[in-house]
């Protein structure tokens, strides 16, 4: 039973190893493309070497941690370089290996334009990835693509990673051991491997490295090739850059440990062969976040959204995930957060980018909330292990932090919260039975600001508004629209003709009669009118033309006709 288990999960591998294997070969360039396999200097950039050692270079470089400058060769009078150097005895030949200086095929004018676009493409590849793929070529093997070809190929053995470094504009290039790994050539060794056979030698692990003992031993692996050699002071400056072959050489599934094969792993099976079946997150889209219980063990240190804490969540329950966007929407923020909560959790996290402006952001952020002592930096100038070392130092150094305070202020915290909740929930709860909330209320009264631009509306009382359910608001407002669209068909009431008359409907038979009515009023209006003028001429008072007018001199008409007695008053 076991057996046939282990043959079934062995099937179950065969697919996935395949289409690993697949894909580690996209990462293998083993053209002639590749200067790692076959090295053409470029025209603006990178400089040979010549008339030195390979090994004194190496020793004054790595061994003595020196920098060392470079040297044109003497032009001519027409400004092209001389074809030789001077010649000098055995004793300043031997003088010149040992010191700082490196001799080139350049004139002074194009060595320093070269250095300094050379110094500009690795400052790029440094800024731009994080990654350094200046270095000097220590020893070449020239080989042949078969015995008939006449084209010799240069391919370089040992590979010294450097900086271009200069303290102003004015002051000369000097090139310096960056104390990153020292490698040997990759690349070529996969391709002779593979097309040829041959196994060129690993570089020898540890402090002490002999380049002329590893030179000794890659030429007799190529020894069978009778046109084949080692040149051991060729020595170039320029760019290799070997990372994918890394990726390649780490992905080989029989050099990992039994028990964590990259076949074996689980990411790996669902991303080349399963696919993923992760189940959904606990929360969904429209839970409210603070009521989810997980959601109190997240160590949230900046700002996030509940987009953002949905994300934390997901993470944090072991969800495989994608998370996109564009600029500007606060993945950054995200990815800080996930960091962060995974530490306090005592999880290790591997943050990988594309490009080091991404790793930057996210390590910016972890230093401004206190955290950036808990990460390590792997890229660029920090790879190298004397850079590592110091940083280990460096925080062991700092003991325990103080959490006093911070615990009191985490303490404060849940009531903050409930606090913050307890109004979030109040301006989103419905007000009694209306069905609109405080916040809504507040949003239409603020419509209605901006629409009457500072006029003073008019109170009005309606009874028992407070009662009023959704459906009577509704109601109301529908009849406040069929108001609203008369009004617009007929005016405002009060500037009609027939406005306080009280009559709603006239018939036509009656239309008659109504025209008679004003006919007689029309006289009895203008009668009046005439006598209102004679009593007023009579009596010496103005002639009257509105009602109001009119009322008061008929009542003075009356007092005169009612003849009181007025012997007693002055």
């Known amino acids: 039973m076991l ?72 032009a001519k009078l027409d400004g092209t370089p001389e074809l030789e150097f001077a010649e000098l005895s055995d004793e ?89 790994e020292i490698g040997h050539n990759l690349s070529l060794q996969a391709k002779l491997k593979a097309e040829f056979g041959l196994q060129i030698p690993d570089l020898p692990a540890g402090e002490e490295i002999n380049i002329t003992d ?48 990259p076949a074996e792993n689980s990411i790996l099976q669902s991303l080349l062969q399963d696919g993923f079946q992760d189940p959904p997150p606990t929360a969904g889209d429209d839970v409210f976040i603070d009521r989810v219980a997980k959601t109190e063990e997240l160590f949230q240190v900046v700002d996030a959204d509940s987009s953002q804490i949905l994300a934390m969540l997901a993470v944090h329950e072991g969800r495989n995930l994608v998370i996109q966007g564009p600029p500007g929407t606060g993945k950054s923020q995200t990815i800080t957060n996930i960091i962060a909560n995974a530490i306090g959790h005592g999880k290790k996290v591997l943050f990988v980018a594309e490009k080091m402006a991404a790793l930057e952001v996210v390590k910016r952020r972890m230093d401004n909330i206190g955290l950036g002592e808990a990460c390590l930096e792997l890229h660029s100038h920090k790879a190298n292990k004397k850079e590592l070392h110091l940083e280990l130092k460096r925080v062991l150094d700092l003991g325990k932090p103080s959490l006093q305070k911070l615990q009191e202020e985490v303490a404060l915290l849940s009531k903050h919260r409930e606090e913050i909740n307890a109004y979030a929930t109040a ?121 109001e007018e009119a009322l008061k001199l008929a009542a003075t008409a009356q007092l005169a006709a009612a003849k009181p007695a007025l012997q007693q008053i002055a």
């Open 3 to 74: 057996t046939v288990k282990k043959n079934y999960f062995g099937r179950m591998l065969e697919p996935i190893l395949a289409k690993l294997e697949a894909s580690r070969k996209e990462l293998l360039d083993l053209g002639l493309r590749n200067p790692l396999i076959h090295y053409k200097r470029p025209k603006s950039k990178g400089v040979q070497v010549v008339q030195e050692k390979a090994t004194a270079i190496f020793d004054l470089l790595v061994n003595q941690g020196k920098a060392m400058s470079f040297v044109g060769r003497p």
């Open 214 to 261: 590893y030179f000794s031993q890659v030429a007799q692996q190529v020894a069978v090739q009778q046109r084949w050699k080692v040149l051991p002071d060729h020595i170039e400056l320029g760019f290799f850059s070997f990372g994918k072959f890394m990726i390649y050489h780490d992905l080989d599934n029989n050099k990992w440990p039994q028990d964590a094969k």
């Open 427 to 547: 301006v989103n709860t419905p007000i009694r039975q209306s069905g609109l909330t405080a916040h809504q209320v507040y949003g239409y009264l603020l419509e209605i600001n901006d629409e009457v631009d500072g006029e003073i509306l008019p109170k009005i009382q309606l009874p028992d508004i407070d009662k009023w359910t959704a459906e009577k608001q509704r109601e109301a407002e529908a009849m406040a629209d069929r108001i609203q669209a008369r009004l617009h068909d007929i005016g405002l009431p009060a500037g009609l003709l027939f406005w306080g008359s009280g009559l709603r409907v006239l018939l036509p038979h009656e239309q008659q009669e109504m025209v008679s009515i004003f006919s007689q009023s029309y006289a009895a209006v203008e009668k009046l009118k005439t006598v209102a003028a004679e009593i007023a001429n009579a009596m010496g008072m103005p002639v009257s033309v509105k009602r």
């Open 92 to 180: 300043l030949l031997r003088q010149s290996y040992t010191d700082t200086k490196l001799q080139t095929v350049e004139t002074e004018t194009s060595l320093q334009h070269k250095l300094l676009n050379t110094y500009y493409a690795a400052r790029t590849s440094l800024e731009e990835q994080g990654l350094n793929t200046l270095y000097i070529s220590l020893g070449m093997l020239m080989w042949y693509e078969s015995d008939a070809s006449e084209e010799g190929r240069l391919a370089p053995l040992l590979l010294v990673p450097v900086t271009l470094e200069r303290s102003s504009a004015s002051e000369r290039f000097r090139v310096r051991y960056s104390e990153e």
